[in-house]
């Protein structure tokens, strides 16, 4: 499987902007982008995934580069809610294989 | 609608016992996985199921691992011979199908938190 990286942590003051970034620059050309978050004591919820275009939803915004070996969530308004762990995932579009590879995450802590 | 449930939520064994950690899909999705997740790391991947049979029992770390979902519904993850190492929390989550891998979101339950003594 292709990997991702992300920072270890960021910090963001509440109502801000916050932008998580994730490098994968051996993304091959059928893999999705996935974003997945985790708030504490919870199972992993579903974010936004894109392939080339850059995605909205009510949740977040993904800005994809343009060679595809980096992407960044962007959260418009950070809430206390928001603070998670932030999982950036490559799925194969070909279904060849369908499980989800976390790494390590970026943990989001908002301050109030 | 009801989202995945797992049950119990936790659960303390002592070692060297057997124990069944049940997971509940969301109603008429046809795929179910299990993970587990160790502290300070991200879920890793044990089984997939595509209706009753297992697609994918690569991440299962040894033969004490056995997981069923015999009617195609709600799953069972088996451990034998139970060892401190395997306390961790075992996540299941569901899709409504395999569409191909790019956007058959998968839905997480809480989790069963397991604790060999």
């Known amino acids: 499987d292709a990997k991702t990286t992300q920072p270890n942590s960021m910090e963001s003051n509440e109502e801000e902007p916050v932008h998580l970034p994730c490098n994968h620059s051996?993304?091959?050309?059928?893999?999705?982008i996935h974003w997945y978050r985790q708030l504490p004591s919870q199972g992993p919820e579903y974010v936004i995934h894109?392939?080339?275009s850059n995605v909205n939803n009510r949740m977040a915004s993904l800005a994809i580069a343009e060679d595809r070996k980096s992407s960044t969530l962007i959260l418009h308004r950070a809430t206390l809610r928001d603070a998670a762990v932030y999982y950036c995932?490559?799925?194969?579009?070909?279904?060849?294989?369908?499980?989800?590879?976390f790494g390590k995450g970026i943990t989001l802590s908002v301050r109030p | 609608g009801a989202g995945v449930s797992q049950t119990p939520s936790n659960k303390v064994t002592e070692k060297g016992k057997y124990v069944e950690l049940r997971c509940d899909p969301i109603?008429?999705?046809?795929?179910l996985y299990w993970y587990r997740q160790s502290l300070g790391q991200g879920p890793e991947f044990l089984i997939y199921?595509?209706?009753?049979?297992?697609?994918?029992d690569s991440g299962l770390p040894n033969d004490r691992f056995f997981a069923v979902r015999p009617e195609g519904s709600v799953s069972t993850l088996k451990i034998q011979r139970t060892e401190r190492g395997d306390s961790a929390v075992y996540l299941c989550?569901?899709?409504?199908?395999?569409?191909?891998?790019?956007?058959?979101?998968?839905?997480f339950g809480p989790g069963t938190r397991l604790t060999v003594l």
């Open positions: 989550a569901s899709s409504l199908t395999f569409s191909g891998g790019s956007t058959d979101t998968q839905y």
């Open positions: 051996t993304i091959s050309g059928t893999d999705y």
């Open positions: 894109g392939l080339t």
């Open positions: 995932i490559l799925r194969d579009a070909t279904g060849a294989n369908s499980k989800l590879t």
């Open positions: 109603s008429g999705h046809t795929a």
């Open positions: 199921f595509q209706g009753t049979g297992a697609a994918d």
